[in-house]
C-alpha cells in the first residue's frame, strides 16, 4: 500500500483538521436527573479516600460516575475533553 506521507500522517492522527466546537448547555441533555442521582452517588464520595496518602484527591468517586453517566447518555460529548467542557457546565 503506497500512501503520501501527508495522507498517512493524517491517519495516524486521526485526522487532526476537524475542530469541534465548544459545549454549551443546550447541547447537553438530561441534566435535571443529575439532581436525583447525586444524592445516590453521594456515598461514593470517600470511596478510595483512605488510600491517597498524599491528601490531594481533587475528583472523588461520586464524581467520576456522574461525569461517566453524562457521556454515557449524551452522544455530543465524545471525549475526555468533551467531558471536561461539560463538567465546567454543571
Do not use: W
Amino acid at each position: 500500500m503506497n500512501l503520501h506521507p501527508t495522507i498517512l500522517s493524517r491517519i495516524i492522527v486521526g485526522m487532526g483538521s476537524n475542530k469541534r466546537k465548544k459545549l454549551n448547555e443546550r447541547d447537553i441533555t438530561g441534566l435535571k436527573f443529575f439532581d436525583k442521582l447525586a444524592p445516590l452517588l453521594e456515598r461514593l464520595h470517600h470511596d478510595g479516600c483512605e488510600r491517597d496518602r498524599a491528601g490531594n484527591r481533587q475528583l472523588h468517586y461520586d464524581q467520576y460516575c456522574m461525569l461517566l453517566l453524562l457521556y454515557l447518555f449524551n452522544p455530543i460529548v465524545t471525549s475526555l475533553r468533551g467531558i471536561q467542557q461539560a463538567s465546567e457546565l454543571m
